[in-house]
């Protein structure tokens, strides 16, 4: 396939220095075709939660009913796994977790649930967590191995952290805002009293293996350490901690933090960078089908091993093809309803479907758009374990090849070639309606 698009390309170059210098068209001499052409039928969504026909596995004259059991309203949810696009093909590992299929660990107070490669091998790089804190609920004073980058979903989040210097830091963050810690710094998480819910929010750290329920918890440390050893480190009567938990907190009630809370004062000084972010604050560049605001180390310094992209896309719009060069996507689903086809070479492609509250997934490299395929806004972040965001758009691309080049491999008219646009677009409208 390689050779022989290289030497259509040098053909139609050839083609196109042999035509007239005043002719701006390469389309002078049209070589044959090699392969067949691909199939002009679309193959749009079939169902979404509003149908009321029941979803079949049929697509154009292929598959058939379904007679044996059916779970209706995840055929209704997943219309293009039943069904799937003719375009797919091969094998492509599941790229979707809904939060709602994660176990969920209840404590007074909240919740946690989480997706990480035990529920989804693909994830490799990125793992989840989606908690929620009742007001003044505490997330106990804990570390990881890992780095913690969050966005508020809901409510506000008072966080605390000390470093590695004795540099310490208090801040608190509302909805769409983000908060980072490097892996081992100490921190803590406690809703406010803003919002009477108090709070939710998602957490995605730097490796797919991560497990929320292996982290490093002061109560479950001092748990497991002879009481006279605590003593003589704290330099204390062994009868000062009579009264600590005897197993681990993890989540638990406590009293709403007061406005204006300060950290104590620190003869180290606080943290030379701040560890939140207020990314709703930031400015949402406006795209013909959409928005898209993104933030990495550029803006939030101390965010050195993770970037996002939080887009918004209208109805009947799409974020363009594109991939990203080196770093694995992670998603997560806000609001309204996507398709994304996962493009993996070798002819491998896979569609999946989401809802708010899914996780995604895309491997570096890996081609894919993100489709609204809903009538209300959709709302998603991209994630990625990197300090600088980058994308490639197969628009740009083109539109910035020679064109005889890219015409030799796509058979495109000149019209259609000049107008590619060599910015990227990042967000699409609704294609033009055929006549
Ligand atoms: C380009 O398309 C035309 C039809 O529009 C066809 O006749 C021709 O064979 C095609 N060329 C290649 C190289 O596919
Ligand atoms: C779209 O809008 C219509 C009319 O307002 C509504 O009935 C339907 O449930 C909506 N949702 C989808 C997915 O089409
Ligand atoms: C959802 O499905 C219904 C019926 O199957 C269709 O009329 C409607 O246009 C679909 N909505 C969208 C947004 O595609
Ligand atoms: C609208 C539609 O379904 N178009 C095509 C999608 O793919 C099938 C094959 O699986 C074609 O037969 C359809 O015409």
Redesign the pocket.
């Known amino acids: 396939m390689i050779a022989l698009s290289a030497a259509y390309a040098l053909f139609a170059l050839a083609a196109a220095a042999a035509a007239a210098p005043a002719s701006p068209s390469v389309s002078a001499a049209e070589p044959e075709a090699t392969v067949p052409f691909a199939?002009d039928?679309?193959?749009?969504t079939?169902w979404n939660e509003s149908s009321t026909s029941t979803p079949e596995a049929i697509?154009?004259?292929?598959?058939s009913t379904v007679i044996g059991p059916q779970n209706v309203p995840i055929d209704l949810e997943n219309p293009d796994l039943l069904a799937?696009?003719?375009?797919d093909a091969g094998t492509i590992g599941n790229a979707k977790w809904p939060m709602g299929l994660s176990h969920n660990r209840l404590q007074t107070g909240g919740w946690a649930r989480q997706q990480n490669e035990a529920v989804m091998p693909v994830a490799t790089e990125m793992a989840g967590v989606n908690m929620r804190l009742e007001v003044g609920a505490i997330r106990e004073l804990h570390w990881h191995k890992t780095d913690e980058w969050a966005y508020v979903l809901k409510g506000s989040v008072q966080v605390s952290a000390v470093d590695q210097n004795g540099q310490n830091y208090l801040g608190t963050v509302g909805a769409g805002d983000l908060w980072y810690f490097p892996a081992g710094v100490p921190h803590s998480l406690q809703a406010t009293a803003d919002d009477p819910d108090g709070c939710e929010f998602l957490l995605v750290f730097d490796d797919g293996a991560f497990s929320e329920d292996a982290t490093f918890l002061l109560t479950d440390w001092l748990a497991h350490v002879p009481k006279e050893v605590i003593a003589k480190n704290f330099q204390t009567d062994i009868s000062a901690f009579d009264h600590i938990p005897a197993q681990q907190l993890y989540i638990f009630p406590s009293a709403a933090p007061p406005d204006n809370a300060q950290a104590p004062e620190n003869p180290q000084g606080t943290v030379p960078e701040a560890y939140t972010f207020k990314m709703s604050q930031v400015a949402a560049t406006q795209l013909s089908g959409g928005t898209v605001k993104v933030v990495d180390s550029r803006t939030f310094p101390v965010s050195v091993n993770t970037a996002v992209a939080e887009v918004t896309v209208e109805p009947g719009a799409m974020r363009e093809l594109h991939w990203h060069p080196t770093q694995d996507e992670w998603n997560y689903f806000l609001g309204g309803t996507a398709r994304i086809t996962l493009f993996g070479s070798t002819g491998n492609a896979r569609t999946f479907d989401y809802q708010p509250g899914d996780v995604g997934y895309i491997p570096a490299s890996y081609g894919h758009y993100v489709e609204n395929t809903g009538n209300t806004t959709l709302h998603f972040l991209e994630i990625f374990k990197t300090n600088i965001y980058q994308d490639i758009s197969l628009t740009q691309w083109l539109a910035l090849t020679p064109p005889a080049l890219v015409k030799a491999h796509l058979n495109l008219s000149d019209e259609v070639i000049a107008g590619l646009s060599k910015t990227k677009q990042v967000v699409v409208g609704p294609a033009p309606s055929s006549s």
Not at 59 to 63: A, I, P, S, V, Y
Not at 84 to 87: E, I, Q, R, Y
């Open positions: 199939t039928d679309p193959n749009y079939l697509r154009g004259t292929l598959g799937p696009p003719s375009t």
